[in-house]
């Protein structure tokens, strides 16, 4: 199986049941007939490119839509969060640099 196909079949199978109820009423699982998320997972592999990329698709935008709704509710938290990633980003690229400058004789 390919691994993007892999990749969404582990992502349907964990799929939230408030997403779930969400993305189960969108045009594309609606048109496709499916009822439930095993019947996605068990068509999966063989659904056409399109069809399999417009699922992708919808899906991805359910989670965003969700994700940027959680943010705008508690939009502190995401600050603290943004402003944690950004230090650990920086202390990642120090270390690199660090851990270069010890292997470069080796």
Do not use: H
Request: net charge negative.
């Amino acid at each position: 199986m390919e691994p993007k196909r892999y990749f969404f079949k582990l992502q349907m199978e964990q799929l939230p049941d408030d997403v779930w109820q969400q993305f189960k009423y969108s045009d594309i699982v609606k048109t496709m007939g499916f009822q439930d998320k095993l019947e996605i997972v068990e068509q999966i592999e063989i659904l056409p490119e399109p069809v399999f990329d417009n699922l992708k698709q919808t899906l991805r935008k359910i989670r965003d839509e969700n994700f940027f709704k959680l943010i705008k509710a508690n939009p502190e938290k995401f600050q603290w969060f943004l402003a944690c990633s950004v230090a650990v980003s920086e202390e990642d690229r120090r270390l690199e640099k660090l851990e270069d400058e010890a292997w470069k004789d080796l």
